[in-house]
């Protein structure tokens, strides 16, 4: 009888543990799917200022740059 009721709550266990993980899977794919359709590189709107502006600059300079912060 005790063996019973054993193999009874492993497999209570183990069918929490499945639908547990399978709940987490699901939830993980449906956020993917949800972050795959933002388009985080579009153009700003309205009165966005541009902040980097390309300068050229010597060889010596980037690798003084490089060098210091190590880009």
């Known amino acids: ?8 709550d492993t497999i209570k266990i183990f ?3 499945t639908a547990c ?10 956020m993917n ?7 985080r590189y579009d153009e700003p ?8 502006q390309w300068e050229e600059e010597q060889i010596i300079d980037r690798l003084s740059i490089f060098f210091r912060l190590g880009e």
């Open 45 to 52: 709107e309205g009165k966005a200022v541009k902040v980097f």
């Open 1 to 8: 009888m005790h063996l019973v009721q054993l193999i009874k």
């Open 21 to 30: 993980t399978l709940l987490f899977y699901f939830g993980l794919r449906m």
């Open 33 to 39: 799917e949800e972050y795959e359709q933002i388009h």
């Open 15 to 17: 069918v929490i543990f």
